[in-house]
């Protein structure tokens, strides 16, 4: 398999008035293609910051991260923003849906950006939501939906661009202990179909469904 992740002794500082934060001390890994990766690590530990600069939200200080060959230091802020819409799939704890979109207008937000016309958009986004279980509800705006849904509506539209690598931020942090078990599952299939999937977790149980646990603590892997 292909390695899509190189870090390269990262290192994140950010400045508080006269104070140096370390956020990365020295973070090396690698992850290959079709890896499912949990990592794991208390409030403040460095994981937030961590999945910034692998989801190219954020650029180390010191230290090379390499993005499927590509090193990220060198690409201008439309090459990085590319990344982020075509290869990059993100899903959050607060779901960040539109609240005055419906279902399918969500899932179609990155393909606009993908200027994808209007009649192939709808269709797309339709199959996204339909291979989530949401058949049905795609006109329902998110409050007329559960928590659930609403987090498979965030995970089509992740993955309507089809990128190669879903990164999740506490993506059943706010789901009960059975529908964060469904969430679980949908990542679980879709790295069997292929993609790399990325879970940062402060939670245990859902860390371990991942195929690899990767500790950090005080911006260090553990």
């Known amino acids: ?7 390269q002794d990262i290192h994140k500082i950010y400045k508080m008035g006269d104070v140096d934060v370390h956020a990365l001390r020295g973070v090396s890994i690698n992850i290959k293609e079709g890896e499912f990766v949990s990592v794991v690590g208390a409030s403040g530990s460095g994981k937030s910051t961590l999945m910034n600069i692998i989801g190219c939200l954020d ?10 060959g590509d090193n990220t230091n060198t690409l201008e802020k439309d090459e990085l923003a590319e990344i982020r819409n075509k290869k990059i799939g993100f899903v959050f704890q607060n779901f960040n849906l539109l609240s005055r979109a419906s279902a399918i207008e969500n899932v179609e937000l990155p393909l606009i950006y993908n200027s994808t016309p209007s009649t192939k958009r709808i269709e797309i986004a339709k ?13 329902h705006l998110p409050s007329q939906l559960s928590g659930g849904q609403q987090q498979r509506v ?3 539209r992740a993955i309507v661009n089809k990128p190669s690598m879903l990164l999740a931020d506490e993506p059943t942090g706010n789901l009960d202990t059975k529908t964060s078990q469904e969430i679980i599952e949908i990542f679980k299939n879709l790295n069997d179909q292929g993609k790399t999937i990325i879970i940062i977790t402060h939670e245990k149980d859902i860390a371990k469904n991942a195929n690899r646990i ?3 603590s005080d911006g260090k892997l553990i």
């Open 127 to 139: 199959e996204a939501l339909n291979l989530l279980g949401l058949e049905g509800r795609e006109h």
């Open 59 to 68: 650029k180390p200080t010191r230290g090379n991260y390499i993005f499927e």
């Open 214 to 216: 990767v500790s950090i």
């Open 1 to 7: 398999m292909d390695e899509v992740i190189e870090l």
């Open 154 to 156: 965030a995970i089509a």
